[in-house]
């Protein structure tokens, strides 16, 4: 005797696909739409069980309602000129009235009360044209904010100031070297008592003005970040 028809409605019908990059867990929804006056029983089944994670994978759809499967592909190493040949069966029946246990259910039943619909897995990867159009969707709606003339006016800024910053750092270093000088000198004539006051006084006096210098330097490093950042947020 022939099996029933399936009366469950499935979305998509014929054709799970699968969109990758496949390096992460990829999900496709199947819709299960029972239009009956019966309350249905489902499995779902696939021929690669290991390759697939099933929620739910089995249930009772009431009469009238719908419920969404997600079907979870595994991450798995894509080849494009290997075609899936993976498949999955929705299997149903009308439930009894009095049903209390549903394996017992699918254990007891007639091989004419089972319903069954296939469906072929596709996996597909996006095109090079979405991925350029991906990549540099990002970097074009930034630059897109600011006109020619903007654009110019923060290129000369950043370069005043990276020369500021190059002529503080030369600065510093001719007053690092003098202090190393100084240093030398005061040591040399550590043994006059009346001059080690004085010497230690210049010493502490040089670094102090060597960290101005440096602080000063960050100063400026921090408002040329500040002026780029700024002008981008606009």
């Not at 499935?10 to 799970?16: A, D, G, I, N, V």
């Not at 798995?76 to 000129?81: G, S």
């Not at 020369?163 to 004539?189: A, C, P, Y």
Request: charged share 30%.
């Amino acid at each position: 005797m022939a099996r029933t028809e399936q009366v469950l409605v499935l979305e998509p019908q014929h054709e799970l696909k699968f969109r990758g990059p496949f390096t992460d867990v990829v999900t496709a929804t199947l819709k299960l739409t029972n239009p009956t006056d019966r309350n249905v029983c489902f499995k779902v089944k696939t021929t690669a069980p290991r390759r697939y994670c099933v929620r739910p994978n089995s249930g009772i759809i009431d009469s009238g309602t719908s419920i969404n499967v997600s079907v979870m592909l595994q991450p798995f190493d894509y080849d494009p000129n290997e075609k899936s040949k993976h498949k999955f069966m929705v299997q149903s029946m009308l439930a009894p009235y009095d049903m209390t246990d549903m394996e017992g259910v699918w254990k007891e039943a007639k091989p004419e009360e089972l319903m069954d619909s296939k469906l072929r897995c596709a996996f597909e990867m996006p095109l090079e044209n979405d991925k350029t159009t991906e990549h540099s969707a990002l970097p074009k709606s930034a630059s897109a904010s600011l006109d020619d003339g903007e654009v110019k006016k923060i290129m000369e800024e950043c370069k005043r100031l990276q020369m500021e910053v190059q002529r503080l750092r030369e600065e510093n270093k001719q007053i690092r070297e003098d202090d190393g000088l100084r240093k030398r000198k005061v040591t040399s004539l550590a043994t006059a008592p009346h001059s080690s006051s004085s010497s230690v006084m210049a010493t502490s006096a040089m670094r102090d003005e060597g960290l101005s210098i440096r602080v000063l330097a960050l100063c400026v490093l921090f408002f040329v970040i500040g002026v780029i950042i700024g002008k981008l947020a606009l």
